[in-house]
């Protein structure tokens, strides 16, 4: 069964253009490896610049399986260099009922 996550990135300072570029190749990545399917992907920006992410992994075995993933391991390296990991509830907007993100289009070249 498919597991629907919601990943955060706030961008690190001047790292929001690279920070929106890399997100063009995190589900590809992840897909690549076989470890989510073809599911729609949400993305927007919060009005603090925090990155909303909202996908399914195929299941929560693949989520483990990513963890060891030298591939998806390299991707997600490059977070950790441009962004910050944060919760949902630390997203600008977040306690509102009805959160405002800003869409972004995840298709094209990175």
């Not at 869409?103 to 070249?109: H, K, M, N, S, Y």
């Amino acid at each position: 069964m498919s597991v629907m996550v919601i990943a955060c990135f706030k961008p690190k300072p001047g790292m929001t253009d690279a920070l929106k570029a890399h997100l063009k190749t995190h589900l590809p990545t992840l897909r690549s490896e076989g470890l989510v399917g073809d599911s729609a992907v949400l993305c927007g920006e919060a009005p603090d610049g925090t990155i909303v992410e909202v996908f399914c992994w195929e299941s929560m075995d693949a989520i483990e399986v990513a963890h060891k993933n030298d591939a998806v391991l390299a991707n997600w390296a490059i977070f950790e260099e441009i962004c910050d990991y944060v919760a949902i509830g630390d997203v600008a907007g977040a306690d509102s009922l009805f959160t405002p993100l800003t869409p972004i289009d995840l298709q094209g070249e990175p």
